[in-house]
Each structure stands twice: as C-alpha cells, then as structure tokens.
C-alpha cells in the first residue's frame, strides 16, 4: 500500500527558506506519470493549492508564491521537492503532498502533512 510522506517543514524566521519534501513509502512508485500538488491549510480557511508539477514535468503555481516557491523533481522522480524562499507569515500551515493520476478529477493520495512555521 503507498502513501506518501512530507519532510522538511519547521519554524523559520520571515524572509528564510525551507525545502519541503514528498516520498513515497510502501511500495515502489514513480510519479513520472502523475501530476504531484503541493497544498497548504490554515485552521479556519480553505485549503489551498500552492504548486504542481505534471508527469512532463510541467508547473503551475498560485500567484501568492510565484517567484518565491519551487516545485521540481529528483532525477529519479521518486521525490518531489518544493523550494520556498523569502517566507512570509502568512505563509504560515500545514503543508501537504498529493498525487492525481490523468483519468481521475481529483487528488487521491495524500500525505499526512508537515508544518511551516513563519515568525513575523
């Protein structure tokens, strides 16, 4: 059974940098042939879609972390990172990964999240 697994997330002052990661564990799995999203949630707003990366490795990101925020993978494409630069703290929750395979609608497979924590 896969799931996935965030790492890298923890207390950082304002204008610091962060690198999050996504793994999977489990079973072998290879994200070239699913788009991966990065996703963040504050107690009391909705959850949000900070960036994604396609199986062709093709990227979107929302416009609140454009030029600061990252998203690649390893050579292997077996972790997804993402890079976030110049922290605001508003930048501040829960981080999640999730994966969408082409023929579903929606994310299926999530991690359980690790947190950021931006300092003013």
């Known amino acids: 059974q896969v799931q996935l697994e965030e790492s890298g997330g923890g207390w950082v002052q304002a204008g610091g940098s962060l690198r999050l990661s996504c793994a999977p564990s489990?079973?072998?799995?290879?994200?070239?042939?699913?788009?991966v999203g990065w996703f963040r949630q504050t107690p009391g707003k909705q959850r949000e879609l900070v960036a994604t990366?396609?199986?062709?490795?093709?990227?979107t990101y929302a416009d609140s972390v454009k030029d600061r925020f990252s998203i690649s993978k390893d050579g292997a494409k077996t972790t997804v990172f993402l890079q976030m630069n110049s922290l605001k703290p508003e930048d501040t929750a829960v981080y999640y990964c999730?994966?969408?395979?082409?023929?579903?609608?929606?994310?299926?497979?999530w991690g359980r999240g690790t947190q950021v924590t931006v300092a003013s």
């Open positions: 999730a994966t969408k395979r082409e023929f579903d609608a929606d994310f299926t497979l």
């Open positions: 489990g079973s072998i799995f290879s994200f070239r042939f699913v788009t």
């Open positions: 990366i396609s199986g062709d490795s093709a990227t």
